[in-house]
C-alpha cells in the first residue's frame, strides 16, 4: 500500500483521511481500464460536498496515484484557431468537435500533446504524443502540428494559444464496473493576461465505455439527485475571462457558477484571480 501525501494545496489536506479508505489501483486495473474511447457524463458540486461522496465509493473503487501522490496537479495549455472555432463548436454542442492542448503531469515529470474529439455518436477519442517535459505553456510545433493534422484529417493552419489551465485530480478506478472517475478541484484559468479560479467548486466526471447511464457512480448520483451537466473547463474559462466575447454567455456563466458554489470568481485589481 502507498503511503498518502499530504497535498501543498491546504484545502485538500482535509481530504486525506478520506483517500485513505482506498485500496491502491493497479497497473492491470489501470490498463482495463484506460478507456481512451469512451461516453463521460459531468456532474458540477461544490467542493465541500466531494468527501462525502468519495466516502461512498470506498468499497467499489481503487485510487490512482500519480508517481507517489494520491492528488494529481496539472497544467494545460490549449489550442485555438484566430476565430475561436473550438470554443464555439463546444458551445453550441456541436456533434463533431475538439479540443488541442499540451497537458503537463507533474507528479509524473510527463508532458502529453493531446487531442480530445467527440464523435457523431457522442462518443469521446482520445489521442496523444509524449513530449518533452515542461512545466506549463507548450508550442504547437511542427511534430505537434503534423500529429493533430492527421489525426483529424484538417488544415490547423492559424491555430494558437487560447487559454491555460490549472487544477488538481483525484482519480478513481471502478474494481468491477467499467467506469472511471475524476474529481477536479483548484480550478484556475489564464486568458490574454487575466487570470480567475473557482476554487470552491469541483467537477466530477463518470466515464464508461457504455453510452447508457447504468454504472454504479452515475446510479448513485442519480439517486442524490444530480443531473449531469455540460461543462467544458475550457469554455467555462474563455467565458469568464472574455466577457467582451460573449456578453450574455459572460453574464451567464457567472450566474451558473454562483449558484453552484455560493459565490462568483475572486475579482481583484480589476482582474479576476
Known amino acids: 500500500m502507498t503511503t498518502l501525501q499530504s497535498s501543498p494545496h491546504k484545502n485538500k489536506s482535509s481530504l486525506i483521511p478520506t483517500l485513505q479508505g482506498f485500496p491502491t489501483a493497479s497497473p492491470g486495473l489501470l490498463k482495463k481500464r484506460s478507456l481512451t474511447s469512451r461516453s463521460d457524463w459531468k456532474f458540477i458540486l461544490p467542493s465541500d460536498r466531494i468527501p462525502s461522496l468519495l466516502s461512498s465509493m470506498h468499497q467499489t473503487h481503487a485510487l490512482l496515484f500519480a508517481g507517489n501522490a494520491p492528488i494529481a496537479h496539472y497544467r494545460s495549455r ?16 456541436k456533434p463533431c468537435r475538439f479540443k488541442l492542448r499540451h ?26 504524443i509524449e513530449v518533452p ?10 511534430r505537434c502540428l503534423a500529429f493533430a493534422e492527421d489525426y483529424l484529417d484538417m488544415s490547423l493552419s492559424g491555430y494558437g494559444p487560447s487559454l491555460d489551465n490549472s487544477f488538481s485530480r483525484i482519480t478513481l ?7 472511471r472517475i475524476t474529481v477536479d478541484t483548484d480550478i484556475s484559468f489564464t486568458h490574454q493576461g487575466r487570470h480567475t479560479s473557482i476554487p470552491d467548486l469541483a467537477i466530477v466526471e463518470v466515464k464508461s465505455a457504455s453510452p447508457r447511464h447504468l454504472t454504479p457512480t452515475l446510479m448513485s448520483l442519480s ?21 467582451d466575447l460573449l456578453p450574455s454567455w459572460f453574464a451567464g456563466m457567472r450566474r451558473r457558477i454562483d449558484s453552484m458554489t455560493h459565490r462568483s470568481p475572486r475579482l481583484v485589481g480589476g482582474q479576476h484571480v
Open 173 to 179: 478506478l471502478g474494481i468491477e464496473a467499467e467506469e
Open 223 to 243: 439517486k442524490a439527485g444530480m443531473r449531469p451537466q455540460g461543462l467544458s473547463k475550457y469554455c467555462a474559462g474563455i467565458t469568464l475571462l472574455d466577457d
Open 133 to 142: 517535459f515542461r512545466t506549463h505553456g507548450g508550442d504547437l510545433d511542427a
Open 78 to 93: 490549449y489550442y485555438d484557431s484566430s476565430e475561436m472555432q473550438c470554443y464555439h463548436d463546444h458551445r453550441r454542442g
Open 103 to 128: 497537458r503537463h503531469y507533474f507528479d509524473r515529470n510527463l508532458s502529453m500533446f493531446e487531442i480530445k474529439a467527440k464523435t457523431p455518436r457522442g462518443d469521446t477519442k482520445k489521442g496523444r
